[in-house]
């Protein structure tokens, strides 16, 4: 095993390509070094303590979601004119995060990006953790939470229809397909590194379980021929879906003629800002991730900095949208569009249109220089704040809009509840706490695809070019 | 891996018989355009046509522009054995603002009211909505603008184009690394410069309509020119002898696949987008665009661009073996270039009177009018039309076989050729 200084590894020369996976040269010390996560007798201190926390927030998140449907919406802060509040800001910011997993799994995968290897597996993971998540705003916003079922067009004897001419039901549609074959996805994915787990298991519970999951898989090539294809397919099913999800969620405001809500490049910009949050949220969760389980030769400083332009391009296409928007209002000529985003900027909620802005817009310029790529401390900083910025899009889209639109004499002020703002802080725990289960008991990294990436992997690998006898090593 | 023959890597008598041939009709065109023009209604018939024609080939160009900056930008290995070509539809926009010249002066002369109604002062004094905006739409403002635009696309189609091309002859990385590092900032004048270009010269054709996705859709449009003309250069050179052994099935699937992602799909994603919302949320101000192009003629073009530029192209290519059939590839690249045309001349020729639409008490006023022949909704197709076409795309192959002319059709220097050549499509 060597080790090259991490600028000759984790960097793209010209003169070829760098390894994607460092320290390591054989398949076995991979998978036992990644497995080393699932099958060390105690998980780290932090993952005992973050674990306290997260698991009290959902249980909070439950409770308070009790308190809600036995009071009723009045204990949220959503009023007249300001009928969709933080539910609403809640669930598009869920969806948002939830985009990356898929945009790596499959768009990256089209593309044939190999680094994206090392953090699809908990990418897709935290994809359906936030989908699930986002789900659970539009469930409880419509009051009569045992109605649910309503939303789904099922044939019954009232002749009772959901309004198909209506967005939030193309959203039922929309999030529902996403977050099926994203779990789709993401089990297929997972199938051989089941069949890991399960053939290294050391007692028969643990054999038992992964096995029923694992499928019978036995690594032969049939069974690999098979996954190949299938995974293939279902990468190809799943980009569109990157697309669709959120392009429908900005339906919900675009649709509309409220001025602020009604645009036309909101489809596109919405999907950005979506890729934009996630990349920012797997950078969230995976600095301290690689840190505690010591997987840095797999997510090396070279995945953090791809992760990195990534955000800052996303970041741009969001100004792109913010100034294109605020251009095209001045343009229009029309005063209600022309006030609606004078009064972001500087009406009673310019406070939160000025984070937004800083968090999205200015904050991502600072990748364009390297060292801010490649520090772990400015990484993580930047991805905070990001996060923050993206919720607070979302919180300026919907309320301010809303809050002040053509009649001054309907105006008002939204101001969220205790309940409100607790539920919200109750979703980060039910997001934390199942990644958290997950790190315990699934595989974390993709172990088979790893392995892919490898130059050892390549039936040429180990060939002596020159026949100088230098390159071959045992 | 595949290797070069390297005696196939120029284009040789090709070139010069390109520019040539290219150049008579070129100019053949425009002169006959110029000939034809004029007709009873001034010259508005020749300007249109010739922002149209114009509107063609620069979309084409940009295009390539934009996949040289991304394919430095990405550092990817598949494409370097095309990446000349597209450097050689890039190059025109280092002469194509000559062909932009007579637009600038015609709209900075104060005569531009023949093609956009906003360069005549009467008409701005009398609409209070143009009135609002007459900061933007002055006719030296605009005029700055567009030469900042057409100096920008210059300088970067000279840089990149330029760099690649000396790498050829000194085989220095280092200028591989130089344009790594200058295609983001590159990326992101051409992200503004096409945006507001395609605002500025088309969507201010109907001044009082506004769309924040115009851009992107006009970045759509150029990416279906380009990637359809990128896949028909490399087919008839090779079919002419040329690049043996360095472009491959393979290749082709790829160059096949960002037809498909860019030119069908997302081409289609966007067009639905802007269409869907404007529809549904039914403003007066923003229909008023869309209303010519759902009646009369204009009404079978946007079906024939639904079906033609989505559902058709979609089937053709979803699957594995036509891409990677070459003669069905560009026949289907063919169908494309055409499928932008129309779609172009779909975004520059319709008008609708506004105080017809004004005046009207119902929709259907409207269409029985222009089924009438009483109301005119732009459509005009004539002989000027075709041959500022035909001119356009002259010069269009004069550029690029200028472009192409005196250099190797592969970047034969690249620290990635090999990668490129080896590149298996799996």
Known sequence: MTTLPVDKTTVEHTSGRSPLVLNHTSFGTVTS??????????PPFAWYATMAISSCLALMLGLLIGYLIITGVGVWGNNNPVMWGFPIVNFVFWVGIGHAGTLISAILFLFRQKWRTS??????????????????????????????????????????WPQFRSPLLWDVFAVGTYFTVSLVFWYIGMVPDLATLRDRATNKIKAVSYGIFALGWRGSMRHWHRYERAYLLLAAL?????LSVHSVVSFDFAVAQLPGWHTTIFPPYFVAGAIFS???MVLTLAIPARELWGLKNFITLRHMENMAKIILLTGTMVGYAYSMEFFMAWYSGEVYEQFAFIN??????????????????????????KWCRRNIWVLFSASLLVNIGMWFERFVI????????????????????WVDILTFLGSFGLFMTLFLLFIRYLPILAIAEIK??????????????????????? | MNSIDTKTIRMGGLAPTGVVLGGLVGLGGIAASIALGADESGWTNFWKSYIFAFMVITGISLGGLFFVMLQ??????????????????????RWLWIAFVPVIILVWSGEGAVLYPWADPVVVQNDPVLLKKAGYLDPTFWSIRAICFLFIWAALAQFFVGQSIRQDSDGDVSRTRRMQAAAPVGILLYGISQTFAGIDWVMTLEPTWFSTMFGVYWFAVSLTGFFSCLILLACFLQSAGRLKGAISKDHYQDMGKLLFAFGVVFWAYIGYSQFMLIWYANIPIETGWFLPRQMGPWKWVSLLLILGHFALPFVLLVSRWPKRWKNALAAIALWMVLMMIVDVYWLVMPTMSAKAVHDATNLMELVDAVDAGTLSVGWNLTVTNFTALVGMLGLLVAGTCAGLWRCSLVPAADPRLDESLAFENL
């Open chain 2, 72 to 93: 430095h930008i990405t550092r990817a290995g598949w494409s370097v054995v095309v990446r000349r070509l597209s450097e050689g539809f890039a190059s025109n926009l």
């Open chain 1, 33 to 42: 070094e990644i497995c080393r996560v699932n099958e060390a007798k105690k």
């Open chain 1, 278 to 280: 996630g990349f920012a």
């Open chain 1, 398 to 417: 919907a309320v301010t809009s809303l809050a002040n639109d053509f009649l001054p004499s309907s105006w008002g002020w939204f101001e969220p509840t």
């Open chain 1, 119 to 160: 953090i699809n597996r908990f990418a897709e993971a935290m994809t359906i953790f936030a989908v699930i998540c986002a789900g659970t705003f539009p469930g409880i916003h419509i009051g009569r939470v045992w109605l649910a079922y309503w939303l789904f067009p099922i044939p019954n004897q009232m002749s009772m």
């Open chain 1, 452 to 474: 892919g990436v490898m130059p050892e992997a390549n039936p040429h690998a180990g060939h002596d070019h020159d026949h100088d006898h230098e390159e071959v090593k045992s």
């Open chain 1, 238 to 242: 799943a980009t569109p879906l990157v």
């Open chain 1, 344 to 369: 972001r900027a500087f009406g009673q909620y310019a406070w939160a249109y000025w984070i937004m802005v800083s968090c999205n817009v200015v904050t991502p310029q600072i990748f364009w220089f």
